[in-house]
């Protein structure tokens, strides 16, 4: 048998694309990269496909796995975690995009990226992290602009992945807390916009810079629909709210679990967005959608019940942060800064970036578990026995 050569048969599926995708859509030939790659140019992959895959291999996406997403500190296996968030973020998000007939492995790179800079303790720890940079003479911490960071700067040893550049601005202008009813791609971008806007969202967090595909645009309304309802489920299971308590005019639009939460705003944003250069929800899907994102912020995300142990998170951000910055700046080789980070990091890493910086590179990329093991050898003597019990803060300061 004669063997198919997967670059010509890759090649005709590119140029089906044009038949089968949308005119608003972005087409694998449409991948821009900072560095030339020969790797992915000869290879059987669409471009895009590989972005998923080096996302999928990476050290930060299997940080994922134990990093929470709402709810920290607390003994329950069946909470959301980061890993399962991106997931459903791209499992929706990939429904609407087949419908509306876009990307699908452009959709699925951005949704699996799209939170890879989360910091141990979700929000909390992006609000202390922030703190302790801008006292270091650091920009604003954003999770946002630090998951292109790790994929450009810091993965690989420093070398980065060499993603696209409409994956990384979509991790970039993914920006879940933010409720948009419509929101329209901005196309014109290049690298250097890139490095612009990462600049200006730390020097103003508040900007809201907009995705330059329609991919990106679903991924963002895909992040507030995957984690809107199933909020209130881990809400509930650990008994901070009833289901009751959720605004009757919210369940009578939406419905009062998460999967009929789920499938009325794909449906709507499905139904409004087809046919469209902009991705939307309809006017009422839109406003019941935005009450129940305050409620959830009111009753849960603030809730000061699972706020208890925050003060102590934020002492022990601030001991780890100063402990490593002296261990770099006094070059104190056993530091797991060293150990666990650097070794083996490329000269070009470690050239360009100040001791705070790396550091906060380290610390943002820790898990909660791993966070809260430096706390415990920071402060638990070694060679007593230890009262650390996972899931609390027993023994730390």
């Known amino acids: ?17 044009d038949a089968v995708l949308s005119p608003y859509a972005t087409r694998s030939t449409d991948a821009l990269r900072e560095h030339e790659d020969s790797r992915v140019e000869r290879g059987h992959r669409l471009q895009f496909a590989v972005d998923a ?18 709810f920290s500190l607390i003994p329950n296996d069946h909470l959301t975690h980061r890993v ?15 419908f509306l007939m876009l990307n699908l492995d452009l959709i699925e790179a951005i949704a699996l990226g799209h939170d890879l800079g989360h910091p141990p303790f979700g929000h909390d720890g992006e609000r202390i992290l922030t703190e302790l940079c801008c006292e270091h003479g650091l920009p604003c911490f954003l999770h946002s602009v630090q998951g292109v960071r790790f ?23 993914h920006d879940g807390e933010t409720h948009n009813r419509s929101l329209e791609p901005e196309r014109q971008k290049d690298f250097a916009t890139l490095d612009r806007e990462m600049a200006e969202k730390q020097r103003d967090p508040s900007i809201d810079l907009r995705p ?4 990106g645009c679903v991924v963002r309304m895909c992040d507030v629909i995957s984690y809107i309802g199933r909020d209130i489920e881990d809400a509930i299971r650990i008994g901070l709210i009833a289901r009751e308590d959720i605004p009757e005019s919210c369940r009578n639009i939406l419905g009062k679990t998460n999967g009929t939460i789920v499938y009325a705003l794909v449906e709507d944003m499905i139904s409004t967005s087809f046919g469209q250069e902009k991705i939307a929800f309809s006017e009422d899907i839109a406003r019941a959608l935005g009450e129940l994102r305050e409620f959830n912020y009111q009753r849960i995300y603030m809730n000061p019940v699972i706020k208890t142990q925050s003060e102590r998170v934020k002492r022990l951000y601030r001991a780890l942060f100063e402990g490593f910055l002296e261990d770099l700046q006094k070059e104190r080789g056993d530091s797991r800064i060293y150990t666990d980070f650097l070794n083996g990091m490329s000269e070009r890493y470690i050239a360009a970036f100040s001791h705070a910086e790396i550091v906060r590179d380290f610390m943002a990329g820790m898990t909660d578990a791993y966070f809260l093991r430096c706390g415990e050898e920071m402060f638990i003597p070694q060679e007593l026995p230890s009262r650390f019990d996972r899931g609390t803060l027993s023994g730390l300061p």
């Not at 895959?53 to 709402?70: E, F, G, M, N, W």
């Open 1 to 17: 048998m004669d063997r198919i050569d997967l670059l010509n048969l890759r090649r005709e599926i590119e140029q089906e694309e």
């Open 53 to 70: 895959d080096r996302i999928l291999h990476s050290l930060a996406y299997t940080r994922y796995i134990d990093k929470t997403q709402v």
């Open 84 to 98: 399962l968030h991106v997931q459903l973020v791209s499992k929706i998000a990939r429904t609407v995009g087949r």
């Open 151 to 173: 994929m450009r700067f810091v993965e690989k040893k420093g070398l980065g992945c060499n993603l696209s550049l409409q994956v990384l601005d979509g991790i970039l202008c």
């Open 212 to 215: 330059m595909t329609m991919e």
